[in-house]
């Protein structure tokens, strides 16, 4: 099992960046595929990015260009970077770890999930 603990959320402008940190114990993240979603208040939870062995990653359109998922083997951390944020990027962060394969953008490919970070951007 592996057990997640997102951080780095906060009270951003328009603009700004931000880097969410998602930290694996238990079992060392370059065993998973992780993923990264965001819930905003009154919608469903929906897929940001996610990245798998050997480093292969994904995207959701709103995120290309714009958010970067990376991983250190040696803090077991996954990370998303996230910049030029947009008052639409709002939203609770989860990341999500899965050992099988299948459908990284889909929340049910996940078995393992953090308890979120809240982002909120300002205008």
């Not at 919608?43 to 062995?53: L, T």
């Not at 990341?95 to 300002?122: E, H, K, L, R």
């Amino acid at each position: 099992q592996v057990q997640l603990v997102e951080s780095g959320g906060g009270l951003v402008q328009v603009g700004d960046s931000l880097r969410l940190s998602c930290a694996a114990s238990g079992r060392t993240v370059n065993t998973y595929a992780i993923g990264w979603f965001r819930q905003a208040p009154g919608k469903e939870r929906e897929f940001v990015a996610a990245r798998r062995n050997p480093g292969t990653t994904y995207y959701a359109d709103s995120a290309k260009g714009r958010f970067t998922i990376s991983r250190d083997n040696v803090k077991n951390t996954v990370y998303l970077q996230m910049n030029s944020l947009k008052p639409e990027d709002t939203a609770v962060y989860f990341c999500a770890a899965t050992q099988w394969g299948g459908n990284y953008f889909q929340i049910a490919s996940y078995n393992y999930w953090g308890q979120g970070t809240q982002v909120t951007v300002s205008s």
